[in-house]
T-cell receptor, first 111, second 112 residues
Framework: EDKVVQSPLSLVVHEGDTVTLNCSYEVTNFRSLLWYKQEKKAPTFLFMLTSSGIEKKSGRLSSILDKKELFSILNITATQTGDSAVYLCAGRYRYNNDMRFGAGTRLTVKP | EPEVTQTPSHQVTQMGQEVILRCVPI?????FYWYRQILGQKVEFLVSFYNNEISEKSEIFDDQFSVERPDGSNFTLKIRSTKLEDSAMYFC??????????FGPGTRLTVL
């Protein structure tokens, strides 16, 4: 059965810390892996990763995909309280539009 | 910046009643989706829609559910006879192609 597993489930850090969120996946006919940030309501798109080993970066956030080991990481450097959210990763299928989401990592950044 | 919108933001209904959740996807997008998230649980795929027909649906999307694009802008999810376990946040999303999907703010459905 296809699955996406995120770890840790919950993480509490202080402002300025660097965090690494993990996502492993088993998705048949895998196309891409997506990261979303979910605050109060709708997930907002962060990254889409299709190729292995190519880091995507946006400000203090970066992500990379390892298609051999079937995982991705999301790094956040110099965390701020506004980074507090649930971070979701999702595996996207090649031949259809289904996405399989992980349970998310709840990140809390304390001042 | 264009965004997906959903109405209502919160709907309360009695068990057995029909509900229609409405979404306006981003205007030039071609693929439309519904997801749900039961409180404290994962986001789950329900259905995708392309070229005026369902392209994929999950096992959650049974005969009680239907989707429609009644005009050029709206995309609706109908639940024919709601059950208590249908209580969840329902997200609509749209995408231009097989890339990132943009989510709406969600409709919280509460079935009493």
């Amino acid at each position: 059965e296809d699955k996406v597993v995120q770890s840790p489930l919950s993480l509490v850090v202080h402002e300025g810390d660097t965090v690494t969120l993990n996502c492993s996946y088993e998705v048949t006919n895998f196309r891409s892996l997506l990261w979303y940030k979910q605050e109060k309501k709708a997930p907002t798109f962060l990254f889409m990763l299709t190729s292995s080993g190519i880091e995507k970066k946006s400000g203090r956030l970066s992500s990379i995909l390892d298609k051999k080991e079937l995982f991705s990481i999301l790094n956040i450097t110099a965390t701020q309280t506004g980074d507090s959210a649930v971070y979701l990763c999702a595996g996207r299928y090649r031949y259809n539009n289904d996405m399989r989401f992980g349970a998310g990592t709840r990140l809390t950044v304390k001042p | 910046e264009p965004e997906v919108t959903q109405t209502p933001s919160h709907q309360v209904t009695q068990m057995g009643q029909e509900v229609i959740l409405r979404c306006v996807p981003i205007s030039n997008h071609l693929y439309f989706y519904w997801y749900r998230q039961i409180l404290g649980q994962k986001v789950e795929f329900l259905v995708s829609f392309y070229n005026n027909e369902i392209s994929e649906k999950s096992e959650i999307f049974d005969d009680q559910f239907s989707v429609e694009r009644p005009d050029g802008s709206n995309f609706t999810l109908k639940i024919r006879s709601t059950k208590l376990e249908d209580s969840a946040m329902y997200f609509c999303a749209s995408s231009l192609d097989y890339n990132e999907q943009f989510f709406g703010p969600g409709t919280r459905l509460t079935v009493l």
